[in-house]
């Protein structure tokens, strides 16, 4: 009598097991509007981003500025015998700063002397390329014969590249030759960049550059496998110039975006905050021309009156300069050419203007222990809503931090919120913003990132750490994500943070970061490939969605002129599940595609193995609402059904 009972108990057992669990799409019941602008990007100058990253600059060091004592990355010369003398000129300069002074007291045309520059990590040589190389120079009148600029192996040994210029002027001058490498080459970066003369004499040189090719040929520009890498995120904004950057350690150190335009050699540079020197060769329109080249538009963070070191301009008289510097640099950026800053950018090179919607006011301002923030936030926002009413302004301090520190004294559009979480804590907390209050300001999350270690991103432990994030972060990354998707009639824009690191040694001061290179080669992280298939497929309208399952999380977005559905599922469990879809209220066509990023936990991406975990696009056939969709273990999918 037992066994059949036990039959029953074991078949109704086994009827639960493999019931799947439903994601229910009511696609003709739209309930809030997607952001079109939810995906972009926050950029500030850490890890090298800039000076040995994307600013194509590969001289470094080429003001000899880095340093008051010693040209720092610069050595001296003496081959086969020759002999001279290296150093620092403030005597003797083209541009009132300082020089490079070069004594040679013996040199021929066997025994050359010179200086070399290390570059970043090397200077990258690749076949057939040609390169561009200026500098400003005189000599003494003792000096005669050419000068030549190559690029030679680290022993000197091999020169890759080589031209000459017939003499010196004994008056301040600039010259220009184009370096051509060969096409039987192998890549290297095991270079340097070498001035040298074949007679004894004296010479001073005040600013050298060495260009590669950069993106569409432009001058002063980026280098082309980053700024590709970034164009294909399809991100729609660049907040910028980003976070502690635009601060700086001190007030005199803040992004002064007046002293970053007009000529490169005119522009002073800065100290940054991340322990190096930045050249300010990526300045305000460089990084406004970076907008245009990705489509995207500038979300325009200004200085605010708080400075790292705890620093504030008091609000009020004293913090009138700079509110007017913030009005001057928005005119710059939207001004006509009738404007006096419009004019400026003319004058630069762009009489176009760029398009602006959103105004950050300063940064991370829940550091500023004085509570100024309310009254400095207020004098902007009143300047600048009088000026430009149509400007969406940003508080730099959002819904996250403490009550008493965020702005009571008017009403901000936008608030910033920034999470940098561990996976564990950013899967538990996927559906943060469910039920944010729609009442108050809309979201912008400008700074976010999920550690997949036990050390948080500041911790000087987490250096031992690859410098870009494994699988593990990027599956706690899409849960995030959906998270937002879901809510972004709230969050109106998000951006992973930071964006890029030089991986070289000594290079780096954060992790993890999306984007990892080094002087010859770049690769995305698993988070970049998540980040990328997210932004690529996003409807402008979200439906409404019910789910009777806690351990896939997604998000799904229509597109209201196609019709199509797009059905993102994060699935970090280890095994796979399977997902019953029933679409209603859409007739879609039978096949459509998937987008797969699957991955063991550890897995990830570096500079010797930069595709291990990259995303597969299949076919999916047979697609008849409802129907079931089995999602592999620790996977990120992207499906995109069609309509009819």
Not at 438 to 466: C, K, M, Q, Y
Not at 467 to 496: C, F, H, V
Not at 588 to 609: E, Q, Y
């Amino acid at each position: 009598m037992k066994k059949p009972f036990l039959s029953l108990v074991l078949l109704c057992a086994a009827s639960v097991a493999v019931a799947d669990p439903t994601l229910t799409i009511r696609a003709d019941k739209i309930v809030k509007p997607a952001s079109p602008m939810l995906y972009g990007l926050m950029t500030e100058e850490i890890n090298h981003s800039y000076d040995g990253g994307l600013y194509a600059e590969l001289i470094q060091n080429r003001a000899f500025l880095d340093d008051s004592q010693t040209p720092k990355c610069w050595s001296l010369v003496q081959n086969n015998g020759a002999a001279a003398t290296m150093a620092l000129d403030t005597g003797e300069t083209f541009n009132g700063k300082v020089s490079l002074r070069l004594d040679v007291t013996s040199a021929s045309k066997d025994s050359p002397a010179g200086v070399a520059n290390e570059g970043y990590w090397g200077i990258p040589v690749f076949p057939s390329t040609r390169y561009h190389a200026c500098f400003y120079a005189k000599a003494s009148p003792t000096l005669s014969g050419p000068v030549a600029a190559s690029i030679v192996s680290d022993d000197g040994a091999t020169v890759y590249a080589s031209a000459r210029v017939s003499h010196l002027s004994s008056d301040w001058k600039m010259y220009q030759v184009t370096l051509k490498t060969g096409r039987a080459i192998t890549p290297t970066a095991k270079t340097r960049f070498l001035l040298s003369v074949e007679n004894p004499g004296t010479v001073w040189l005040g600013c050298v550059s060495l260009f590669p090719p950069t993106w569409k040929n432009q001058p002063n520009g980026f280098r082309k496998d980053l700024l590709q890498m970034l164009i294909n995120m399809n991100p729609k904004f660049l907040r910028l110039p980003g976070g502690n950057y635009l601060e700086g350690n001190t007030i005199p150190d803040r992004f002064d975006w007046k002293k970053t335009i007009g000529p490169v050699i005119d522009r002073p540079g800065h100290d940054g905050p991340w322990g190096y020197r930045s050249t300010d060769g990526l300045g305000f329109l460089e990084y406004l021309r970076w907008c245009e080249d990705m489509n995207a538009e500038p979300v325009l963070a200004v200085y605010a009156g708080y400075s790292l070191n705890h620093t504030h301009v008091k609000p009020g008289i004293d913090l009138e300069p700079y509110v007017q510097d913030a009005l001057d640099e928005i005119e710059y950026v939207t001004g006509a050419t009738s404007t006096k800053w419009g004019a400026k950018r003319a004058k630069d090179g762009h009489p176009k203007p760029f398009p602006l919607h959103y105004v950050e006011i300063g940064n991370e301002d829940w550091f500023d222990g004085s509570g100024s923030y309310d009254e400095r936030f207020t004098q902007f926002y009143k300047a600048i809503k009088a000026k430009y009413p149509q400007l969406q302004c940003i508080s730099t301090i959002g819904n996250d931090a403490d009550a008493n520190l965020r702005v009571r004294s008017s009403n901000p559009d936008v608030l910033d919120e920034h999470y940098y979480r561990s996976a564990r804590v950013f899967l538990r907390d996927a559906s943060h913003f469910d039920n944010y209050d729609r009442n108050g300001p809309r979201i912008f999350v400008g700074e976010w990132a999920a550690h997949e270690s036990t050390f948080p991103p500041w911790d000087r432990r987490s250096a031992d750490l690859p410098p870009t994030p494994n699988m593990k972060a990027a599956l706690a990354d899409a849960a995030w994500m959906t998270g937002m998707e879901r809510n972004s009639d709230l969050i109106q824009m998000q951006s992973y943070a930071p964006l890029m690191v030089n991986v070289n040694p000594g290079a780096r001061q954060w992790r993890p970061d999306l984007i990892g290179y080094d002087t010859l080669h770049c690769y995305g992280s698993p988070s970049y490939y998540a980040i990328k298939i997210f932004a690529n497929n996003l409807g402008d309208q979200i439906p409404a969605v019910t789910s009777d399952d806690s351990t896939i999380y997604d998000s799904v977005t229509e597109n209201s002129k196609t019709g199509a559905i797009i059905i993102k599922l994060v699935n970090a469990q280890t095994n796979a599940q399977t997902l019953k879809l029933d679409i209603q209220g859409a007739r879609l066509k039978s096949d459509g595609t998937a987008v797969t990023l699957a991955a063991a936990p550890d897995a990830t991406n570096s500079i010797d193995n930069p595709t291990n975990v990259v995303p597969v696009v299949t076919k999916v056939t047979d697609i008849a609402s409802p129907f079931s969709y089995t999602v592999p273990a620790n996977s990120i999918v992207v499906l995109a059904l069609k309509s009819k």
